[in-house]
């Protein structure tokens, strides 16, 4: 195979991971091996001299080798805001953070209502190395007025459905969507926001933004979406997902529902873990603008607390680029949303990891298992005879993260110029290896 190059995907001959400490929390594994892959099959794990081994070596001494990481929550803006960014770029800035699946949400332009469209997005990623799941559009052109053929959508391999970015108004249109994507098995992802209580907002609502004088979204315009959804998905019986969970409302909700044996999960992002409305003191729309708003000390604890008792399933990046144009001007007027696949990792393992608040097998549980399961994927298995699907990084690597040498069009991000400890360093997955810079 052609020489392992950083900032190169090539395709595997015969790849060793040497050395690894290999971790799978859904299989309880936790050991130091190497690992020999061939094409896109891992071979054999054991301990395997380098020096008589003929393929590329890639010492992983140091470094955990994980179950390939899946970021639930992307926006790659293809089709129609390219300038934004596009599949390609999208993908480039997942494998350089260490993911080897994104599933894409379809509030594109045309929204992803459509067969042909599904079709488009996982054409334009057959060949490159993440795997994209596209997940389809709840109602046709996200107008929230009549669902799409949701069987035809499953078919052609839309994973869940969402609106996102709006939340499904109509309570009985929601109530049939759970039903109607039940019937395929696959859940409804939902942007959970009442919207009379939130439009006009630009921040949480709260004592800053009163100081501020910003307008608000109050917590409970999520705290109220939340508890509605739960409470169909009981009467249903159907899966919801609540996407982007940011509010100590949302987790109590959550929780006391699981407790019944609702079927609902949820995801929250990394800067609602490490922000809160404080920072909207800087006035700055790049970094901390993102509906749902940054919220309060008190959320961002409970948060925390969600995550560890399993209130919480998931993180996911809520990846939305814009364009510098959308993003540099007042707060009050810029666009919502920040970038995050290439910063997850680094961002996670610093302010969760590095503080012993969280531990790595729990982590990879938050990033790779429970997404993949949410999403129906097939479960990852670090065996020999399993596909190599591989998310290899380093929980001690320093680095500062220059949001100019992003693969992501985007620059907004709140992480402009932090040192992270830890790092993503390479993934594999169809048959290819990508060693990040
Ligand atoms: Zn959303």
Redesign the pocket.
Known sequence: MPKLNSDQTVHIEKLLLKGARILDSAHKLDETADILIQKDTIQEISSIPSDTFKGTVLDCAGLVVAPGFCDMHVHLREPGREDKETIETGCAAAAAGGFTAVAC?PNTKPPLDNRSLIEFVQERAEYLLTDVHPVAAITKGLKGEELTEMGELAEAGAVAFSD??RPVFDSDQFRRALEYAGMFNRPIIE?SEELSLAEGGHMNEGFVSTQLGLKGIPPISEDIAVARNVLIAEYVGKPVHI??VSTAGSVRIIREAKSRGVPVTAETCPHYLIFTDEMVKTFDPNKYKM?PPLRTEADRLALLDGLKDGTIDAIAT?HAPHTIDDKDCEFDVAAFGIIGLETSIGSVLSHLVQNGKFKLPKIIELMSVNPRKILGLDPIEIKAGARANLTVFDPKAEWTVDPTQFKSKGRNTPFDGETFTGKAVAVLNKGMVYLGR
Do not use: F, V, Y
């Open positions: 949400m996102d970015g942007h996407a982007h509906n809520d």
